[in-house]
């Protein structure tokens, strides 16, 4: 029962360009909603989060955008940099209860 | 934000072997939590480590495939028993920050692979 999907395994972008990472769930009960950046060889790395009160949130070159009805979030990066690539895992929470992660999407970001 | 070291970085074993892996923080936490990631999956909870009491494990995962210690406020081990090749995985520490531990910091996780 996967409650976090991203159905995208792997994005290529050009660099300078938008990159946009989906994710779909289905538990309605989510209420806070994270994306996390993971290199080879490293942990993953919170990147950016919002609560199920807004609908966008921002932080230098990286949003996310929610979407309660759809049950729906992005990750929208611009403009994207080589540096930027990586596997990229959204995940979910009721709030106190355990995170429950995407299985990721790779992003190549090209020079 | 918290210093996490995990160690070993990456084994590669025998069927029926065991493996200790070893987490350290850099800072008193009161919950670490255990992650598997298995080829091409999320990650999935194992278990979560409390301080001077028994880990509680998430459904699927048993503490006797996947004992857990817990000796103080900085320091965990997850041994995986028995291992089979399905065994396979990056296995991962992390910690909470936040008031409802919703922002995770991970070590840089144990490649396993299992001959």
């Known amino acids: 029962d996967q409650q976090v999907k991203q159905n995208s395994p792997s994005l290529s972008v050009q660099e300078g360009r938008i990159s946009i990472l989906n994710c779909d769930y289905t538990n309605s009960m989510f209420d806070y909603f994270l994306w996390y950046k993971k290199y080879p060889a490293e942990g993953p790395t919170f990147l950016i989060s919002i609560s199920s009160i807004k609908d966008k949130n921002e932080d230098g070159r990286f949003t996310v955008f929610l979407n309660k009805s759809a049950k729906h979030l992005s990750l929208h990066i611009v403009p994207s940099q080589p540096g930027d690539s990586a596997v990229y895992f959204c995940?979910?929470?009721?709030?106190?209860?355990?995170?429950?992660f995407g299985a990721g999407t790779i992003l190549r970001v090209k020079s | 934000s918290a210093v996490i070291s995990q160690k070993p970085s990456r084994d590669i074993c025998q069927r029926g072997t065991s493996l200790t892996i070893q987490c350290q923080v850099d800072?008193?936490?009161?919950?670490m939590f255990w992650y598997r990631q298995q080829p091409g999956q999320s990650l999935t909870l194992i278990a979560t480590?409390?301080?001077?009491?028994?880990?509680?494990?998430e459904s699927g995962f048993v503490i006797d495939k996947f004992p857990i210690s817990r000796p103080n406020l900085t320091f965990s081990t997850l041994t995986v028993s028995n291992m089979s090749p399905e065994d396979s995985s990056i296995y991962l520490c992390s910690v909470g920050a936040g008031t409802g531990n919703e922002k995770l910091f991970f070590g840089s996780g144990t490649q396993l692979s299992v001959l």
């Open positions: 995940a979910a929470m009721e709030y106190g209860n355990k995170l429950v």
């Open positions: 480590a409390n301080q001077g009491s028994e880990a509680t494990y």
């Open positions: 800072s008193q936490v009161t919950m």
